[in-house]
């Protein structure tokens, strides 16, 4: 065991750059002088190169090497083991390993062992394959040091990306070393990836009768081709150009028939011999060699060895792919009707209380097991970033009878807790105030920080959805918050498709947990009733009877309102961008003075209306339902170009509406007048000059294109409901219509007049 301070491995430095008139440079920049024929084990640095981590695991920094026999007595065997994240948990590399002989270079084109060539015939080398890890995917190779010839003086351990990749994309790269009992020897973390597509992140290598190993963190812009080329193994030149110019996995020639592959294999060798040429006989070639010679061929022949021989063919970095296979036929074991097991099933579900409990566990779990999503939903609520803890079914003493929460959310941050009490309701129960109001108490009298409630329902601006007293006389103020089914999956979906949690297993988490709050029994479905007051007020809009003030008109516009809510959360979610309604009212109006401004308007023209500002949209997408009527409109209105003639725009325009539906409507928009020339998409696309005012100059300020949808008839989310049909529309429009539109350029301080009509 070295000493404290001491610089590690006790050998001299191999290379020339760190050897300077007669002192040693440590990886820290110190310079440590020495007596001529003084060991440099003896060199004691204030900031050593090696630094024990945890406990017998060492961390090394980038240069630095160390003896394997200082680190355990068991090092015959060793696992190398390379990892790494990404933030979308689909970030993927391969490991790669080069026997290097005195010169720097690889004895054959067998010394590369790679996906094509995972083992090595003499057991030394193997490729284990991958394993998730918690932070992401760890590749591992195994040694046995013993086997290794003794001829190799270094063995070169790199990992590539393949295509357009890069590792600079990646985050968490290290390198661990175990020895053959499988305890944990060293770390070695790489910093500093950069827009490399490949990485030697380490190299063992002899000295006199034992192993070290050195960190590297060496980066190759060429690949894995250029790394083993740079150490002499002849790569196939198309598999290299390949490798370097496409980003899609190629067929190797190893993947099509056995015949063509070596065909075309000796002819590209160069000074190929005749494809008749037969092989040696007295060529030695065990079974295990055949083998390994599928991928890579065997090691150059000996200038002296006497008689012709047919050429091998250079390994290829391309990756296999393997053949599609026919889907088998259907055994009597094999039913349509099965349904793939589930993490978190559903069909045990009978009672509300059933469904309650399950979905607060389902939650809580996911949310204390993805730390990203766990800190995405309660960093609203003023909690802070640290180790999160969850709990379900507690009871806590209140009174004569104790209460039971739902749950308990937990983070510990330097020394301090952050507690919250959580309140779940499913299927569209509503929340209790009197329980609402005991969990609060209790949270104040044992100094927790808040009170969360999760339910189907949507909380509007100044409108809360329980009433609870907050005793002004305590000091220790507990916050009040409240989250939606329909938020949680928002966040649900964004992690998952958009910014990700950087580990696979932590992907599938949140995937079986979007899928259970999704199912239809789960209970968990977000708002999904318009409220007993829908049908008396479109009975009332049809038949003309509903009257100004009405408050059940209110309570429609707030339902209508947490609808466009949900709506602007689904969207987003799809669409990893934001998604926000539009509330078009004066600075410092009162939310409610504004609900009931659009309840009279509801009672005169039988119209809900809301506006949607979409992240990268051409402008704003409308939603309206009109109540008379029954349909329901979807439109987005397109500024014109500040340049070019008003013919172009129209050609342009119906060009990128190409894969648009037929039934879309067109309308000009033209300044000083209510509405310009219309028509659908199917009339105007072999006629774009239709969509132009007829006679006279007139300025056209933009185009309004918009979808017609029935609306459903009920007030719920059914097939039929009112809900469904509005969630229905907005993607439709969105899908078929407003991805085709270009977001326009911002507009100049001066703009230039358009260009008008004759």
């Not at 060895?305 to 026919?326: L, W």
């Not at 349904?339 to 409990?357: N, Y």
């Not at 990268?616 to 109540?627: E, R």
Request: aromatic letters at 6%; charged letters at 25%.
């Amino acid at each position: 065991m070295r000493l404290p301070g001491q610089w590690a491995g006790g050998d001299q430095l191999e290379s020339s750059a760190e050897a300077i008139h007669g002192q040693y440079r440590c990886p820290c920049a110190a310079r440590h002088n020495l007596s001529h024929g003084e060991a440099p084990g003896a060199v004691v640095c204030a900031c050593p190169q090696v630094s024990d981590v945890g406990g017998s695991v060492r961390e090394m920094i980038k240069g630095s090497n160390v003896a394997l026999a200082a680190l355990s007595e068991d090092v015959g065997s060793a696992i190398v083991s390379l990892g790494w994240g990404s933030p979308t948990g689909e970030g993927d590399a391969d490991v790669s390993v080069l026997l290097l002989d005195t010169n720097g270079k690889v004895r054959s084109d067998a010394d590369f062992y790679f996906y094509n060539n995972p083992v090595a015939a003499d057991g030394s080398v193997q490729l284990l394959g991958k394993t998730p890890t918690e932070d992401g995917n760890e590749d591992r190779i195994s040694f046995d040091l013993t086997a290794v010839p003794p001829d190799v003086e270094r063995i070169v351990v790199a990992a590539s990306r393949y295509g357009e990749a890069r590792f600079g994309d990646l985050e968490n790269l290290q390198v661990r070393l175990a020895d053959a009992a499988g305890e944990s020897l060293l770390r070695f973390a790489i910093d500093d990836a950069a827009e490399v597509s490949a990485i030697i992140f380490g190299e063992l290598y002899r000295r006199g009768e034992e192993w070290k190993f050195r960190a590297v963190g060496q980066g190759y812009a060429s690949g894995l081709a250029g790394l083993a080329t740079d150490f002499g193994v002849d790569i196939d030149d198309d598999a290299a150009e390949e490798e370097a110019q496409s980003g899609t996995e190629a067929l190797t020639d190893e993947a099509q028939a056995p015949d063509e592959a070596e065909a075309r294999s000796t002819a590209q060798a160069p000074g190929a011999a005749d494809s008749s040429a037969q092989p040696d006989p007295t060529a030695p070639a065990t079974a295990t060699e055949a083998a390994t010679l599928e991928a890579v061929p065997a090691p150059r022949r000996p200038v002296e060895e006497p008689g012709p021989r047919k050429p091998a063919a250079r390994p290829r970095t391309a990756k296999k792919k393997a053949p599609a296979h026919s889907t088998p036929p259907k055994s009597l074991a094999e039913n349509d009707s099965w349904k793939p097991a589930r993490l978190f099933p559903v069909s045990a579900l009978k009672s509300d209380r059933d469904r309650e409990m399950r979905a607060t566990s389902v939650l809580l779990s996911v949310m204390a097991q993805v730390p990203r999503f766990g800190r995405r939903l309660t960093a609203a609520f003023g909690a802070p970033s640290g180790r999160m803890e969850t709990f379900t079914e507690v009871s806590l003493p209140h009174g004569d009878t104790p209460r039971r929460p739902d749950g308990v959310i937990r983070i510990e941050r330097a020394g301090k807790l952050w507690t919250a009490l959580v309140e779940t309701k499913t299927n569209g129960n509503a929340l209790k105030a009197d329980q609402v109001q005991a969990y609060m108490d209790i949270a104040a009298r044992r100094g927790y920080e808040a009170v969360i409630t999760v339910s189907n329902d949507v909380a509007l601006e100044g409108s809360p959805l329980v009433d609870v007293k907050i005793d002004g006389r305590r000091k220790h103020k507990v916050a009040l918050w409240h989250l939606s089914w329909a938020e949680v999956a928002h966040q649900a979906q964004l992690l998952i498709r958009h910014e990700g949690v950087g580990n696979a297993a932590r992907t599938w988490l949140l995937q079986e947990l979007l899928h259970y709050l999704q199912h239809e029994n789960s209970g968990c479905h977000g708002f999904q009733n318009m409220g007993a007051a829908w049908v008396p007020v479109r009975n009332g809009i049809s038949d003309e009877t509903l009257c100004q003030g009405d408050p059940r008109a209110l309570e429609v516009v707030e339902n209508w309102e947490r609808l466009v809510r949900q709506v602007c959360l689904r969207l987003g979610g799809e669409l990893g961008q934001k998604v926000l309604p539009v509330q078009r009212a004066r600075r410092g109006t009162d939310p409610g003075a504004r609900r009931v401004q659009l309840a009279d308007q509801l009672c005169r023209e039988g119209r809900l209306q809301a506006e949607l500002r979409v992240e990268n949209a051409p402008g704003l997408l409308t939603i309206g339902a009109d109540l008379r009527t029954g349909k329901l409109r979807t439109s987005v209105e397109i500024p014109a170009p500040e340049q070019g003639y008003p013919l172009t725009w129209a050609k342009r325009l119906v060009r990128r509406l190409a894969e648009a539906p037929a039934d879309l409507h067109v309308e000009t928009l033209v300044e000083g007048e209510t509405g310009g020339p219309r028509g659908t998409l199917e009339r105007l696309r072999p006629e774009p000059a239709d969509m132009l005012p007829k006679g006279g100059a007139t300025r056209i300020t933009g185009f309004r294109l918009s979808l017609f949808k029935g609306m459903g008839s009920t007030r719920g989310n059914t097939e039929s409901g009112f809900i469904r049909s509005v969630d229905e529309a907005v993607q439709r429009f969105y899908t078929t219509v407003v991805v085709h539109l270009d977001r326009p350029a911002p507009r100049r301080t001066a703009p230039k007049e358009a260009a008008a009509v004759t």
